[in-house]
Every structure is written in structure tokens, then in C-alpha cells.
């Protein structure tokens, strides 16, 4: 990789946020006419204060938090919970957002009351999480949030006043991938 440009290259997935996760959904599934979506209610990647504490040790060593977590304006989150639903229409993979409570903000600031869903960011696969961080701060930026979330590695890149959304970079391990590819294959099945 050589540029934010590069960042952009895999497209995989438009990201939405809804202040109503289960109404979002069915117009997803009655008026767009897809799969039935699969919804987690209450994600969490919130830290207890004892964890943070020794895990804000370890990145001022250049360590990355073990498990699942998020970064928020480069501190880890204690708290951070959003609903979500999933669904694909054949490859593309299409994510909508609820944020819930705690430091989720950056979906908040998106949302439109009354609407279905509303764009909020596109997400691109990588193969190297390291190797995006670098670009990203190689052209004076940061990330907005990262973390992991299970076998994803991911990044919000805000580019919303040049673009109107946020750019996600995630690089999946075998598992995350294959969660996608379930939600490809069900999409897939019908058609």
C-alpha cells in the first residue's frame, strides 16, 4: 500500500445507522426484498476500568489490547454498545447500526430521525491492519475508532467532510471471513 487510495480498493460492505434497529431491518427486508437479516442485540467491545488501566499500560509500549475492544479518540472505551444487523445482497455486505450507549458517538452524530437508515460508511477489506494504520498516519491522519471485534480488525477513517461518510478498513481473520461468506451464501440461496 502506498496511499489512502489504496485503502479503497475492496469494497465489501455499505454501512447505515438507524435509530431503530428492527424497523431498519424490515425495510431492508420488505421494501428492498432481502434475506432476513441477522441482528445482535447489545454488541458490546466495552472494557472494565481495571482492564483499561493495564491495557493503556501496554499500547504506550506499543501493544495492542488483547480480545475484543475499541479505541475512541485514542482512548480505549469503558463503555460501547450498538445494535446491529446484518444482511447481504450477494457480495456486498450491507450493516446497519444502532448506536445504544457510551461512546458511540460516532454513529449517533449520523442518524435521522425517522428515516429507515442512513448512509454513515463504506467498509473495505484489507490484508494487513499494520500496513492501513501506517498509510493512515503516513498522510497525518488517524483513525477515528479502531479495535477488534472477535477475528476482525478494524478502522473508521473520517472522511466525512471531504466524502459525507467514514471509510472502515477491516482485516478478517478466517472465522470473520467466513461469517461474511455465510451471509453471501444465505443471500445467494434465493436467487
Known amino acids: 500500500m ?4 489504496d485503502l479503497l480498493r475492496n469494497c465489501m460492505q455499505l454501512g447505515y445507522v438507524a435509530d431503530d434497529i ?3 431491518a424490515e425495510f431492508l427486508e420488505k421494501t428492498l426484498g432481502t434475506v432476513q437479516c441477522v441482528k445482535h442485540y ?3 467491545l466495552g472494557r472494565r476500568p481495571d482492564e483499561i488501566a493495564a491495557e493503556e499500560s501496554a499500547r504506550a509500549n506499543g501493544n495492542e489490547p488483547q480480545g475484543s475492544f475499541v479505541v475512541v479518540g485514542g482512548t480505549i472505551a469503558e463503555e460501547w454498545v450498538i445494535d446491529v444487523a446484518l444482511v447481504n445482497a450477494g457480495a456486498t455486505n450491507i450493516e446497519i447500526i444502532r448506536p445504544v450507549s457510551g461512546a458511540v458517538d460516532l454513529y449517533r452524530g449520523a442518524l435521522r430521525g425517522g428515516a429507515p437508515a442512513t448512509l454513515h460508511h463504506m467498509g473495505f477489506r484489507v490484508d494487513d491492519f499494520d500496513e ?4 493512515v498516519a503516513e498522510s497525518g491522519r488517524t483513525w477515528a475508532q479502531y479495535g477488534r471485534s472477535g477475528g476482525i480488525r478494524f478502522g473508521y477513517l473520517d472522511l466525512t467532510a471531504e466524502l459525507g461518510h467514514f471509510v472502515e478498513v477491516m482485516e478478517l481473520d478466517e472465522a ?3 461469517g461474511f461468506a ?3 451464501a444465505a443471500s445467494n440461496a434465493v436467487n
Do not use: M, N, Q, V
Not at 502506498?2 to 487510495?5: A, D, G, T, W
Not at 492501513?132 to 498509510?135: E, K, L, R, T, Y
Open 42 to 44: 447489545r454488541s458490546s
Open 176 to 178: 470473520g471471513a467466513s
Open 182 to 184: 455465510k451471509l453471501e
Open 22 to 24: 428492527d424497523a431498519a
Open 132 to 135: 492501513a494504520s501506517a498509510i
Open 2 to 5: 502506498k496511499s489512502l487510495s
